[in-house]
């Protein structure tokens, strides 16, 4: 689960124009969570179309340590015989999350109010990463922690004997933080509040609902989202079939639009109202982009979208919509390095706490690359219709989405560019050039010459 490794350079250059239809692989939110409650509801579960990631791996990894049976089908598909709620065994090793912020937060969630001991430990990315904004609603449910100084990786935590249902504002748009609260809740008597004064990506409450939680959503007199999970249900087996990870798809679908002459579907997109954000800001600066087959599965609306090459105008990014967007800046940034006019994105301060600090990589990187832009602490500016951009060597600080979002600008760039090391995208997206490649991408793991 590590990238200590010695990091591999991966180069993308201007090819053909991208055409064909292609499935992004499924959503990482969604996966993440479906080897959760499988794990903590009575039965069997199945999951169709898993993203098969690391991050994803080693939640199911975590979740055999406490008991549960997860098995790859022959058919692809993965079984989960959970092992029910408030049964949870005691890991005998240390729990290791690679990169997976959202694994070892929700865990965290589940783990603080079962009474048992875990240790968690990451890669050199993780463990700079703040885990206390997880870790103090958790205290205060009656969890012991023990962690590095600024509740850093690695951490122990020993769960509650009786975790104690609390009501909590989550201080930051954060679904991870939101998420491992009600986790916790799940395993404490009575009601636990979760108040959300800016929403975010609400996969936790519709999953929750699905495999028979007694949960509620509604809002104040505010307009704050008050979630109300009703504590130690019986969590029922579900059957999953997980659509494509719409954070995954904004690289072909922002690679789409700049490369001169692109036609492309992808199908089966995740279109959660709360992670549409960047398809919306693309259509808004001028993107053609159509949504067909629109459809429900398991609770959520998808779609398939078709994408032509457009010619891009920069905009104003309301800083509202960041929270559902937030992991699609940094190919955002490249789109904006090809629309006309100066593209503003205000509201990125989480961009600092993520795999990197991603709103200073992606400035570095777009500097690398002739791009002009601007960084203050919470918001970028880009300067798009450069006559020649690229050419550099980006340094992706252990960042999948930092790595990817890169590459597509050397889809389209005048000079290639590489990235200092392609081995993170596997992080998140383990097919990454070999669909790109389907579709007429180029790659070399040999920096080029022009970089």
Do not use: W
């Amino acid at each position: 689960m590590s990238h200590d490794t010695a990091p591999t350079p991966l180069t993308a250059s201007k090819g053909s124009p991208l055409t064909g239809t292609i499935r992004v692989p499924g959503d990482k939110s969604i996966s993440h969570r479906s080897m959760m409650f499988g794990a903590l509801a009575v039965g069997r579960t199945t999951v169709k179309g898993l993203l098969e990631s690391e991050d994803v791996l080693a939640t199911a990894d975590a979740m055999r340590a406490v008991g549960a049976t997860i098995i790859k089908q022959d058919d692809g598909s993965y079984t989960v015989d959970g092992i029910g709620l408030g049964s949870l065994l005691e890991p005998e090793g240390v729990i290791d999350f690679g990169n997976a912020g959202t694994g070892v937060r929700l865990t965290m969630g589940i783990f603080g109010s079962h009474n048992i001991a875990a240790t968690f430990v990451g890669d050199a990315s993780l463990s700079k990463r703040p885990m206390g904004r997880v870790l103090d609603p958790l205290r205060e449910m009656g969890t012991n922690v023990i962690a590095r100084d600024g509740d850093r990786l690695p951490a122990s935590i020993r769960g509650a004997e009786t975790a104690l249902p609390i009501t909590y504002r989550v201080p930051m748009p954060s679904a991870q933080v939101k998420s491992a609260v009600l986790l916790a809740g799940l395993n404490a008597p009575g009601e636990t509040t979760v108040i959300e004064p800016i929403p975010t990506r609400d996969h936790t409450e519709k999953m929750l609902k699905g495999f028979g939680a007694e949960i509620s959503v509604t809002l104040n007199e505010n307009g704050e989202r008050v979630i109300k999970l009703t504590g130690q249900p019986e969590l029922k087996p579900q059957d999953i079939d997980v659509p494509g990870d719409p954070s995954s798809a904004g690289f072909p679908l922002v690679a789409a639009l700049i490369v001169p002459g692109s036609d492309i579907t992808i199908e089966n997109v995740l279109l959660n109202e709360h992670r549409t954000g960047l398809i919306t800001t693309l259509i808004e600066m001028g993107g053609d982009i159509e949504i067909v087959n629109r459809r429900e599965t398991g609770g959520e609306d998808v779609g398939d979208l078709r994408v032509k090459a457009s010619q891009l105008k920069g905009i104003t990014v309301p800083a509202d919509r960041a929270p559902s967007m937030i992991d699609e800046y940094p190919v955002l940034a490249i789109a904006a390095a090809f629309a006309s006019g100066e593209t503003f994105m205000p509201g990125l301060d989480e961009l600092r706490v993520k795999e990197s600090d991603r709103l200073a990589a992606v400035a570095r990187g777009l500097e690398a690359n002739g791009i002009p832009c601007l960084e203050t602490e919470d918001t970028l500016t880009v300067t798009g219709g450069a006559n020649t951009i690229g050419g550099g060597t980006v340094t992706t600080h252990l960042d999948h989405r930092i790595a990817m979002a890169f590459l597509v600008l050397g889809m389209a760039s005048d000079k290639a560019v590489t990235v200092d090391d392609g081995a993170v995208i596997a992080t998140s997206f383990p097919t990454f050039t070999s669909l790109f490649e389907t579709l007429g991408a180029k790659f070399s793991e040999k920096a080029s010459e022009a970089a």
